[in-house]
């Protein structure tokens, strides 16, 4: 037989197809199709939180240390962070150099 | 006993959907749909049904807050017709998907161009593949009583799938009938309240309509497969409910005068009681002539259909919209697919008439009779012909 590669049979779906076990979606891994991702420069960076602000997505999270901390497994590499850097301090690195 | 009453078709379909205690109305008036609509804006202004009702400003909207009411678990019905069942055909797909039990009348009118405000089905059988369940009713009683067993079948836990009443524009819709009116109190005895088995709720959160990954996509189309085939069983069995309550009894094919006929007609909707006289006519000159008549157009009730065609040699079917560039109307190649690889395999002819509101007489079921009774004597004949066109 072939193989399939459905995760749930169409007897066990919910009605509808409805999901729900709220905040599901956090388990969602959607950073492994990136081909850039963005690497901070700590020696430029001013901790003004527009990395943070400016991710769509929820990859950058604030440290005690007032730095913030990139989250791959969500980072698609949009490199908008890098973009609205004030002070260039990120740049985008191909994955797998 | 229900009181029998001479009213409009239409005013009769806004007064079942009032008598089935409807939470909420979104719809978009459309001729010739539009005296449905009129009317239960009425009956809510004038507080004689507790609803909602959204004037949206388009048939998009209106199915959009449709499939939203019906998942805030809201008992929903609306009204639409031609363009407008058009306009709302990315939704029509949602509101199987996402199990919204929403109870839609379509007033059936051609499709542009050019412009028609007239009746024929190629509205509605632009929506066959889209998931909900379909019925079709032959005068205003039918109307009535469909919309209320619509509501029954389509809230049933066992299905939770949308369904579509159609009645013919105008020949239906635009015309005083005598119909037997059912009260609030009459329906409630056959449809008992809205228990919807997932609401949106702030309290229990759940999330409708994500996206399908590959991996889930297939089963999700699946499950409503299963549904929709399924439902035929509830289906029939609220007709025979709905005759135990009320005494008037509906089956998913309606024959008339087959016994005994080599030869029978099929139809859909209004111009079903024209070829009840055509037929009659021609059993009167000695033409053994019977009708069928689908009811229930989806789920296709297959086995009532292979059933009914026991011993019937030649199949005359009509039509009443064109499918471009394909094998005939989308009635004809469905039905004749339906009998490929049967033990005695009938000669089937189709037909198209009555588009975009042509009359269609009793002189012209028996042309397409006599022309499928011609060409199967023969052995052959074109597979399907538009009847009643002119040349030059």
């Known amino acids: ?97 | 006993m229900p009181k029998r009453v001479g009213i409009e078709v239409s005013l009769a379909a806004s007064e079942a959907a009032c008598a089935c205690d409807t939470d909420v109305v979104a719809a978009y008036p459309i001729t010739p749909q539009t005296h449905i609509v009129e009317h239960l804006s009425e009956l809510v202004a004038d507080g004689k049904l507790d609803a909602e009702f959204v004037p949206v400003e388009s048939e998009h909207s209106a199915m959009s807050v449709c499939v939203g009411s019906s998942a805030a678990g809201a008992r929903t019905f609306t009204a639409t017709s031609s363009q407008g069942l058009a306009l709302m055909h990315e939704i029509l797909f949602i509101a199987p998907a996402l199990r919204t039990p929403i109870v839609m009348v379509v007033a059936n009118r051609a499709l542009s161009g050019p412009i028609s405000i007239w009746n024929d089905h190629s509205d509605i059988m632009a929506e066959r593949d889209v998931g909900w369940i379909q019925t079709f009713a032959e005068n205003g009683q039918e109307v009535f009583d469909l919309i209320i067993h619509a509501f029954r079948v389509a809230e049933d836990p066992e299905v939770l799938l949308p369904i579509m009443v159609n009645l013919d524009g105008f020949t239906l819709s635009h015309v005083i009938e005598p119909i037997e009116m059912l009260s609030a109190s009459e329906v409630k005895r056959y449809l008992k309240p809205y228990k919807p088995q997932m609401v949106l709720d702030p309290k229990v959160p759940v999330t409708m309509g994500p996206v399908g990954m590959p991996e889930v996509y297939t089963e999700a189309k699946q499950q409503i497969e299963a549904l929709l085939q399924g439902s035929k069983n509830v289906v029939v069995k609220a007709w025979k409910e709905f005759a135990k309550h009320y005494g008037r009894t509906y089956k998913p094919i309606e024959t008339y005068r087959t016994k005994g006929a080599a030869v029978v007609l099929l139809t859909m909707g209004s111009v079903s009681e024209t070829a009840m006289t055509a037929v009659d006519r021609m059993w009167d000159k000695g033409m053994r002539v019977g009708l069928m008549r689908f009811r229930l157009w989806r789920p296709f009730p297959l086995q009532e259909f292979r059933r009914a065609m026991r011993g019937v040699k030649v199949l005359a079917v009509m039509d009443r919209a064109i499918s471009y560039g394909g094998l005939g109307g989308p009635v004809f190649t469905e039905v004749r697919s339906a009998l490929y690889g049967t033990f005695e395999q009938p000669q089937v002819f189709g037909f198209v008439a009555g588009l975009g509101g042509r009359d269609i007489t009793v002189d012209m079921f028996e042309e397409m009779v006599k022309k499928a009774i011609r060409y199967a004597k023969r052995g052959k004949g074109p597979t399907y012909e538009l009847i009643g066109v002119r040349e030059r």
């Open chain 1, 1 to 97: 037989m072939a193989k399939v590669d459905a995760i749930i049979g169409w007897r066990n779906l919910e009605i509808g197809c409805a999901i729900t076990e709220p905040g599901s979606s956090r388990k969602l891994r959607t950073g492994d199709w990136r081909s850039q991702r963005p690497v901070t420069d700590r020696k430029k960076c001013i901790k003004c939180g527009m990395c943070w602000i400016f991710c769509p997505d929820i990859v950058y999270s604030p440290l005690r240390s007032g730095y913030y901390k990139w989250d791959g497994e969500y980072c698609k590499g949009c490199g908008i962070c890098a973009h609205e850097c004030p002070k260039d301090a990120i740049t985008m690195v191909t994955e797998g150099d």
